[in-house]
């Protein structure tokens, strides 16, 4: 028996996930709304038993006075942001384990986004939960954080395995691409996941779970310390952390 993992289109481009362990527990990464939620478990037959949240923002937080209500679930939320967020039963941090039935997730902190933002990563199961850090062919703006504290938490995601599949906290891929192919037209990978990207967003079908390894080798944000990167921008001598920021800058703007 596997995890069920079942992704969940909520509010204007926000995706919420659950993840079905076959014991029967049942968790939520991030509450948008609560009413697509409660539909996707009641046609599932499940019982929400955890709600792991990545971070503060209404975006993500929304729901979960109502699905609290009504589930009695566990809330689990950053320590960093426990005080932004409704309802929070269990704070974790930085190498907290959490336990979903006999599922297995550690903590993982990823600032930048916000100064608080946590990731789930499940090993054994290999997969990936990084909210509004880590977007496929994209990153979170930086609000809270500096660039080089974004950096580092992509770093982080970054030296996961690389078959581990990553849910992330909006469906933003096909702006990303385009962003993406502006810094790396060349780039063979980002061109095959720019025609996978435009056939999956043209059958209204997700772009989301992408891999480590996909991101690796099409994401401008986690590329940039690679020579490859640092010449495209024409900073020849900068490091990661600051090529990151100017790809980010130039994003913000784009
Ligand atoms: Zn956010």
């Known amino acids: 028996m596997v995890a069920e993992v079942r992704l969940i289109p ?18 939520l990464v991030d ?63 930085e190498g907290d384990f959490v336990t979903i039935g006999t599922m297995v997730g550690r903590v993982l902190e990823t600032p930048g986004h916000t100064n608080g933002h946590i990731a789930y990563w499940f090993k054994q199961e290999k997969l990936a939960f990084v909210g509004d850090t880590l977007f496929s062919v994209g990153c979170g703006r930086v609000i809270e954080g500096t660039p080089e504290v974004m950096w580092q938490s992509l770093l982080k995601l970054r030296g996961l395995p690389p078959d581990t599949q990553v849910y992330c906290g909006h469906e933003y891929t096909a702006a990303n691409v385009h962003f993406a192919l502006t810094i790396e037209p060349n780039n063979a990978a980002l061109r095959a996941r ?29 590329r940039a310390d690679l020579p490859s990167l640092a010449a495209a921008v024409n900073r020849p001598d900068d490091g990661g952390a600051q090529i990151f920021a100017v790809i980010r800058a130039r994003k913000d703007k784009f």
């Not at 481009?13 to 968790?27: E, I, M, R």
């Open 31 to 93: 509450a948008p709304d609560a009413a697509p939620i409660r539909a996707a478990l009641e046609a599932a037959d499940w019982r929400l038993s955890d709600l792991l949240v990545t971070h503060h923002h209404g975006d993500h937080t929304a729901g979960i006075a109502e699905l609290k209500k009504q589930f009695n679930c566990r809330v689990i939320a950053p320590r960093r942001e426990a005080a932004k967020i409704p309802g929070v039963d269990v704070t974790v941090r």
């Open 194 to 222: 720019a025609e996978e990207v435009v056939a999956l967003c043209g059958e209204g079908r997700p772009t989301i779970p992408t891999t480590i390894s996909s991101e690796k080798s099409t994401n401008p944000f986690l």
């Open 10 to 27: 909520c509010l204007k481009d926000n995706y919420a996930v659950l993840l079905h362990d076959p014991s029967g527990a049942t968790a």
